[in-house]
């Protein structure tokens, strides 16, 4: 879901590529096909949504719609392919870009619905890595962020950074499962740090008490914006 940091490189107009943005058309001849690709990847998002991205796979998927594995690949050419299309279709929209909204409600809006999208498909922030093709609906919510950037001093390269560092924040702080382990989150580790409290000094200090409830997530945003707003007053015309 982030911008590239390859910037200059254009995506090869693969088949997947070709299926995400124009859709695929179906066979004129033979019988009429009895299932459609979106039809395919409702079945194999709820399976995620329910079961992990890990118990994804072409067989589970035929099973779910009662239709054989062979007959999947009429519409979906691969499982990567399959992951695609899911990815596409559980993002959404992003906001409605509110012209007259300041920038930072609209940041807080889209961090918000975001987290939202990634709470009931908990499988996507780690789905949506690496290079890979994308869809229209995907690649907007990083056009909402550099759009609500745009009123700002800050110039083109800045604006993708900014939205690079706010989807890293937003993944960072979704879930343990997405964040970096550490110590404080980890049952038993607190006591033996307690333990040599002479080698954890600031540790044991800093988890005396439980951390936030959100992982830092609206705390690290504000600071982030923080920084984005200096940065613009920095550069007052």
Do not use: C
Not at 109 to 134: D, F, K, N
Not at 157 to 163: A, H
Request: aromatic fraction near 6%; glycine fraction near 6%; hydrophobic fraction near 40%.
């Amino acid at each position: 879901m982030e911008p590239s940091r390859e910037l200059g490189i254009d995506v090869a107009m693969t088949d997947t590529t070709e299926l995400l943005w124009h859709g695929r058309e179906a066979a004129t001849r033979g019988p009429k096909p009895a299932l459609s690709v979106e039809q395919i990847t409702a079945a194999a998002v709820a399976i995620a949504d329910q079961h992990g991205i890990g118990a994804v796979s072409m067989q589970a998927v035929a099973d779910s719609v009662g239709f054989t594995k062979m007959s999947l690949y009429r519409y979906v050419q691969s499982k990567d392919e399959l992951l695609a299309v899911m990815i596409e279709q559980a993002v959404g929209e992003p906001p409605t870009f509110t012209p007259n909204q300041p920038w930072r409600s609209r940041i807080d809006t889209w961090a918000q619905q975001l987290a939202e999208v990634w709470r009931r498909h908990a499988w996507l922030p780690q789905a949506a890595v690496g290079h890979r093709a994308m869809g229209p609906r995907e690649i907007s919510w990083s056009e909402y962020v550099l759009r609500a950037l745009g009123e700002l001093r800050l110039t083109p390269s800045e604006r993708v950074d900014v939205t690079f560092m706010l989807f890293g924040h937003l993944r960072n702080t979704q879930s343990l499962e997405t964040a970096g382990t550490q110590a404080w989150n980890e049952p038993g580790h607190r006591e033996l740090m307690t333990q040599r409290p002479d080698d954890f000094p600031a540790m044991v200090e800093a988890t005396a008490t439980p951390p936030s409830d959100d992982f830092g997530r609206r705390l690290g945003l504000r600071l982030i914006l923080n920084g984005v707003q200096a940065l613009h007053d920095s550069r007052a015309r």
